[in-house]
Each structure stands twice: as C-alpha cells, then as structure tokens.
C-alpha cells in the first residue's frame, strides 16, 4: 500500500506565498518522478510541475518562473513553493507519483489534494 499525503494549502492574498509538501509512504521499491497537479471548478485537472529522480524539472507555461519544484529523495517528500500567487491558482492541487512497489512495477498514485485559495 502506497500513500501519498499532502499538506501546506490554505487562504493566502493575491500576491502571497505557499509551500506545499507531499510525502509518500508505504511499500516503495523506487519513485521514478512525483508532480504537482492542480484542478480548479469546472476544470480538468492539469500538470503544474515535475521533478524525476534525477532532479530534471518541468513546468507548466502558466508557472512563469513564480513558482518551484524540489525534492528530498531520502524522506520520499517533494515540495512546491508557490510565489505571487493570484486569485486564478486557486485549485485544489494534487501530487502524483510514478512509484515502484510490490511486483517490481511502476504503478500512479494520487494524494488526496489539498485545497489552496487565493484572494483578491
């Protein structure tokens, strides 16, 4: 059994800051990459960054260098920090990872999301 458990959202003002963690846990052979996803009201849920094992990243356009992936690889957590943050980030955001667990084969898992809203 694989969890992946997030934290960090909240009510912030337009202009503000988050930092969001995940953390995996459970039967974890490997994590080959872990995101952050996000999806608004109305919406589909769409990707806001990636980090793969290595450390290689990647982003949505929306992000426009506001905002950052990182990872601590050894307590299986990876993190988004969200600066300058408008009332259009408000989402729940999700983290995904691509681990490897019983049966030696990567499986998708989701966290539960945690709901972040901005104010005007």
């Known amino acids: 059994q694989v969890q992946l458990v997030e934290s960090g959202g909240g009510l912030v003002q337009a202009g503000g800051s988050l930092k969001l963690s995940c953390i995996a846990s459970?039967?974890?052979?490997?994590?080959?990459?872990m995101a952050w996803y996000r999806q608004a009201p109305g919406k589909q849920r769409e990707l806001v960054a990636r980090?793969?094992?290595?450390?290689?990243?990647v982003y949505a356009d929306f992000v426009k260098g506001r905002f950052t992936i990182s990872s601590d690889n050894p307590k299986k957590t990876i993190f988004l920090q969200m600066n300058s943050l408008a009332p259009e980030n408000t989402a729940v955001y999700y983290c995904n990872g691509d681990v490897l667990t019983a049966g030696a084969r990567y499986l998708d898992y989701w966290g539960q999301g945690t709901q972040v809203t901005v104010s005007a």
């Open positions: 980090i793969t094992a290595p450390g290689n990243t």
């Open positions: 459970g039967y974890i052979l490997g994590i080959r990459d």
